[in-house]
């Protein structure tokens, strides 16, 4: 399971002219299902991304987590994460898990996440979406349930 985890203001999903889900300060996480993922790849990701010490303290340090700060979080699947780009030019999605699992998962990640953070908003699975957001520091973190080692 790969994440890429963003510093936040704000965050507001589209779909059309319609603005389906939004976020104030938190972080914003695209998630990638790729093929074999289980649920304690989500349980690892869950952990790690809530207690990642990415915001300042009164000192300006990155101290504090998303859980010290009481902040949001918007979580938007997105399986081009898996995309391989090493051969040829067009990416290929092999790795990334058959949707009907990777909903699952997904879903699995957001009731995990909800149980922890106050605030917990998404994007639609499987739906073309508009992100807008303002991006803090910038501040962005690659994570990956298979690189723990």
Not at 56 to 84: C, P
């Amino acid at each position: 399971m790969r994440s890429v985890v963003q510093r936040v203001d704000r965050v507001r999903v589209h779909i059309g002219d319609k603005r389906i889900s939004e976020i104030e300060r938190g972080l914003l996480v695209f998630l990638g299902i790729e093929q074999g993922d289980l649920e304690n790849d989500a349980d690892y990701l869950c952990d790690k991304i809530i207690n990642l010490r990415i915001f300042e303290d009164e000192k300006g340090k990155m101290n504090l987590s998303l859980l010290d700060i009481r902040g949001e979080m918007m979580v938007v699947s997105q399986f081009t994460l898996l995309g391989d780009c090493r051969k040829g030019r067009r990416p290929s999605f092999t790795g990334a898990e058959n949707p009907d699992r990777a909903r699952l998962l997904c879903d699995y990640f957001i009731r995990n996440i909800k149980n922890k953070i106050n605030h917990v908003a998404q994007g639609e699975f499987q739906a073309m979406m508009s992100i807008e957001l303002i991006n803090n520091g910038p501040v962005t973190m690659l994570l990956d349930s298979r690189r723990i080692f």
